[in-house]
């Protein structure tokens, strides 16, 4: 329906849907082993920045994850999970035993759910500490 003047220009000649279609994916979803090795690098190399929201990083950790999936990768949700744990900067080392130890499986949506509520009480924590500071 739309696309962007850069990628038109790839795709200016196709006449069908079809065509259209294959250009793109040729262009874009690059099947070959160094596109593979270069999505498997980005996923184990994956780290969270210490100033780096939480919704962010998991935006990233599943572009990832949906990248290797089309290209036929299949990503376990446990190595997901992990990776998802091991990429937390230190600041979140306290709360890594609490995700990893005691579990039978590591269920992806349980751990974000307990990371995204970590950062809301960091980011509260920080914030009294601040108001005791400036004397209020």
Known sequence: MCVAKNVLANVQKMSTAKE???RLEG????KGISNWLLLKEKFHNLSMGDDTKVSYHLSNLNEI????????????EEDISQRLIWSLPSS???IKPVLMYDKKTLSF????????????????????KKKINDGC
């Open 20 to 22: 259209l279609w294959e």
């Open 27 to 30: 262009l874009y979803q690059a």
């Open 65 to 76: 994850v949906c990248e290797l999936e089309t290209i036929g990768v299949k990503v376990e």
């Open 92 to 94: 979140y080392e306290l």
């Open 109 to 128: 949506d349980e751990i974000a759910s307990k990371i995204l509520f970590e950062e809301r009480r960091m980011k509260s924590n920080e914030s009294m």
